[in-house]
């Protein structure tokens, strides 16, 4: 690994362990997921949605060629995320801003496997 990559490395293994984290807490119904969107109104469905999406985001950030493609991806559901969260729950969400920055990081980084996939 050469030195030009490895802050790139860490936070991809960042974004990996906290998508992890909270992808295995939406399918796990913890009851502070399971209130959230109950809260929000939709029902359970989204969550193991956006649990599963956020499960196979985390595998794809390792899969040579589809970084780009799951930064992307879990930059989206991060975006939805939040939005969901302003609109109809409220803070806490600074963790959210955090994972937009690192997931907006990696698919800027790895943005011609996106551009290629379009073309």
């Known amino acids: 690994m050469n030195t030009v990559n490895r802050p790139l490395t860490i936070l991809r ?11 295995l807490r939406k399918l796990g119904s913890f009851s502070t997921d399971v209130a959230i969107y109950e809260a929000i109104g939709f029902g359970q469905f989204p969550r193991y949605i956006t649990g599963s999406i956020e499960l196979v985001g985390a595998g794809l950030l390792w899969w040579r060629g589809w970084e780009g493609i799951a930064g992307l991806l ?7 995320g939040l939005s ?14 955090v994972l937009i920055l690192g997931t907006g990081t990696v698919a ?12």
């Open 13 to 23: 293994a960042a974004l990996t362990l906290a998508f992890l984290y909270f992808g």
């Open 74 to 80: 879990l930059l989206g559901t991060m975006i939805v």
């Open 84 to 97: 969901a969260l302003l609109i109809w729950v409220g803070p806490p969400y600074w963790h959210m801003l």
């Open 108 to 119: 800027v980084h790895y943005r011609s496997q996106v551009i290629a996939l379009i073309r």
